[in-house]
Structure formats: C-alpha cells, structure tokens
C-alpha cells in the first residue's frame, strides 16, 4: 500500500508499510540529533535548524500536504508518526504542530491557490515556517471576545491590537494570525478572519516572553500598530475565521497527543534503562517493586494515550467524526506523559533533577501541554457537553 492510496483503505491500529518506513527513517534522523541537540537549540536561540532542513529534505514535513503542493498525500496519521519519532528521541518539536500541522491544514483546506503555492512547497521542503496566533491578554481560552481588528481599507487590510504567547515568530517567515473582522448583529459577536501575516511586516513589533520550559522556540508577545496587510492574504471568506479554526482543532489536538506520547516513550526507555543498570542494595532497582510497579502503569498509560491518538488521527483522515477521540487523546496523553516523565525522574533518584540525565529538562515542554493548545479544562468541558450532554457551563 502506498501513501498515495486512498486513506480509507488504510487498516486502523496496524501501520501500513509507508508509515513503518516514516518512522524509522524519522527514528534515525532524530537519534542522531537527540536530547542533547534539543537542548543546545534550546540555549542558544537557533531552534532545531538543521533537524529541520534534514526533515524537509527527506519529505517528512510535507507528509501531510498533497503531491501537487510537493507533499506525499499522507494524513495527521503519518504527522502524527513523524511527531512522536522526534519526541520519542527526545527533542521534540513544536514547530512542526505549530507549522506544519496547524497552519498546512489551514492552507490545504482553505487557502487561495495562490497562497497553497506560495507556501505549500516550501513548508513541506522546510525551506520555510509559518507561526500561529490567536491568544490574546484579555480573551483568554474565549475566541468570541478576541480583541485584534482587521479593517478592509481597499485593497488592505489594516491589523491592530495586541497577542501573546506566539511560538517560533522569530524562525517562522510569517504567521496566521486570527483577528475580528466585524461583529455579528444578532448576537454581538466577533466575527473573525485568519490572515497570512510577515513577521517582517513595517508596524509588527514582537518582545520575547521568558517561560520556564526548556523548548527551542520561543514565545512572543505581538504588537500590531497598523499592520497593512494585502486583501490576498485572507484565508478563505471573511467572516469566516471561526469554520476555518474549527477544521484545525482536531490536527493540533492529535498533534500535540502524539509529542506528548513521545516524550512519555524517551522518558520510559531511560527510566528501564536506569532501574536495571543502577544497583543499591545488591539487585537491581528495578527489581523492587516499587519502581517496576509505577513504572509498568506508567507504560499502559502512555500505551492506551498511543492507542487513542491512534484512532483520532484514522478518524480525522477518514473525514470521520474525531472531535471527541482527538479531546481524549489529548488529555490522555498529556496526564499519561507527566506521569511517565515524573515516574522516570524518581526513578533516578537525585539524578533525576541532573541536566545530563536528559529528564527535568523536559518538564516545562511536557507540562505545557497540560495547558496549550487546549486547556484540560476545556477538554472536560467539551466531553461533558458533547459525549455526555451535559449543561454546557459557560
Ligand atoms: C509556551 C507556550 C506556547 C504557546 N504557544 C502559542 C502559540 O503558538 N499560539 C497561540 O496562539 N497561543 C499559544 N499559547 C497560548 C496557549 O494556547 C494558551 O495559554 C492556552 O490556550 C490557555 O489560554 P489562557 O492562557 O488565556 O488561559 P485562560 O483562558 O485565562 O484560562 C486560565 C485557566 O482557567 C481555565 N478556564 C478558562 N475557561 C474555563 C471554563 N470555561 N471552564 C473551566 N475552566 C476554564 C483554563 O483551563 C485555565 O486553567 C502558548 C502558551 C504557552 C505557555
């Protein structure tokens, strides 16, 4: 079966001999970077360049982009795979969700002709990335009350107001940004519009924001003062940003599953490779069952997370029904992660806190996505209402 085959006709839960080939082949390029390139990167600004050109070179970052836009005709399920190869050798990328997931869905789904050869190409050879940003101070996880305009002003349109929390503005060549481009009469609402925006664009200013997680990118908060922007880097109608938002929560929320998987399968493998090298009192740590117990939950746990990705990232390919298993999937995976990692960390006793156990150092990234793209909150908000029709709460 190749990747070119229609996805229908791909088994669930069995991978197809293309996505064996992406994984070991990514699994190979990623180890020969490992933990200790994540953190280099990390330090010294420069983000995962050169991982990033390999990947592009070999046509992982257009896996899910179509042949006549340079990818290979793939899915979320063969991104998903290249996600959790890098993380599972310990340096994960968020770019690549941020990018090559949320903004290439975007532009495959919705995008001009114009603007999926402009960038399609590109992305999918890593010869640029794009960052993405909706967050704003004072609109919180509530996109109706999103604060930056977007006036049609001829062929323009003019962007004010104020982001934060933008990933990677610094190594990306522009960024979708999601901005108010009128009010809803009826209900008052903010009716919003995505744009293709230059990170270079006269009237764009960033200031990095410090966080405490050890990550290659960097985040930023964005100042728009009269940002001109050409009417042809609308995606799709105006109006109609919340449709096209909608079309990309499931890939992000997959996306961010499957590096969350990684990370727990890196810290998992250090954690055995640890409890059965490390002897204190005459046998082997891992020989105590306080260590292998917790360790062993820790394996399920990150197993059922995979199981569910799994199956939202068929869902979603399949043009199915994947709101709910991509919902699951993110929150398993992230509390399945932070378990695995922390596990990994007690495991190596003092070591564990120890920079060059390669574990602590994943802390802030792994946590993060308790949090980001989508808050576990309102993960249980989406469950309670749609899978168990409860009153919504909010
Ligand atoms: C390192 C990092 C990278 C990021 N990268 C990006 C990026 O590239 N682009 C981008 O646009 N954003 C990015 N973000 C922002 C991130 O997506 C948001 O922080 C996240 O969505 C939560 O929004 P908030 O911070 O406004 O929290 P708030 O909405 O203020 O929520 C605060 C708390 O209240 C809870 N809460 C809020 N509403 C409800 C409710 N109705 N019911 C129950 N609980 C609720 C939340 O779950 C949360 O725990 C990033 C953030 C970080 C820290």
Redesign the pocket.
């Known amino acids: 079966m190749t990747v070119n085959e229609p996805l229908w006709q791909r088994p669930v839960f069995i991978e197809t001999e293309e996505q064996t080939m992406i994984r070991e082949t990514v699994r190979e390029i990623a180890e020969s970077y490992g933990h200790a390139y994540y953190l280099e990167s990390s330090r010294n600004g420069k983000g995962q360049a050169e991982l990033w050109s390999d990947l592009g070179r070999y046509g992982f970052l257009g896996v899910n982009i179509p042949s006549e836009y340079g990818g290979a005709d793939g899915g979320i399920a063969e991104l998903a795979i290249v996600c959790e190869e890098l993380a599972t050798a310990g340096t994960p990328s968020f770019l690549l969700i ?1 990018s090559t997931a949320i903004c290439g869905e975007y532009l495959v789904l919705h995008g001009s002709e114009e603007q999926k050869r402009d960038w399609l190409p590109r992305m999918a050879a890593g010869e640029t990335a794009l ?5 704003e101070p004072d609109a ?2 509530n996109s109706h009350n999103l604060a930056t305009t977007a006036t049609r002003e001829g062929d323009f349109y003019r962007i004010r107001g104020t982001k934060v ?3 990677a503005v610094d190594h990306a060549e522009a960024l979708i940004v999601v901005a108010r481009s009128g009010t809803d009469e009826a209900t008052g609402r903010g009716q919003l519009s995505l744009f293709i925006v230059d990170t270079n664009a006269p009237g764009l200013e960033m200031q990095p924001i410090e ?1 405490e ?1 050890v ?1 290659p990118e960097r ?1 930023f908060t964005l100042f728009f003062d009269d940002v001109m922007v050409p009417a042809s880097r609308l995606i799709g109608d105006e109006g109609n940003g919340f449709k096209i938002l909608f079309s990309g929560l499931n890939p992000e929320r997959i996306m961010a599953a499957a590096l969350e998987n990684g990370i727990g399968l890196y810290a998992l493998r250090k954690a055995a490779d640890y409890a059965l090298e490390r002897n204190v009192w005459g046998v082997p740590i891992g020989q105590h069952q306080g260590v292998a117990h917790p360790l062993a939950k820790a394996k399920i746990e990150v197993e059922l997370a995979r199981l569910m990705t799994q199956k939202a990232a068929w869902l979603h390919d399949n043009r199915l029904e994947a709101g709910e298993a991509s919902n699951i999937a993110k929150y398993a995976a992230a509390e399945a992660c932070l378990g695995a990692l922390d596990m990994a960390i007690q495991t190596h006793g003092g070591n564990g806190l120890a920079t060059e156990y390669g574990l602590a150092t994943l802390w802030g990234a792994a946590r ?1 996505q308790r ?8 993960i249980f ?1 989406y469950i309670a209402q749609h899978s168990l029709g409860l009153p919504r ?2």
Do not use: D, H, K, W
Request: overall charge neutral; charged content about 5%; cysteine-free.
């Open positions: 941020v960052a993405f940003s909706i967050t919180g996880s929390y933008a990933s966080v997680a990550m985040q993060l949090t980001a793209p989508v808050s576990r909150e309102m908000n709460s909010y």
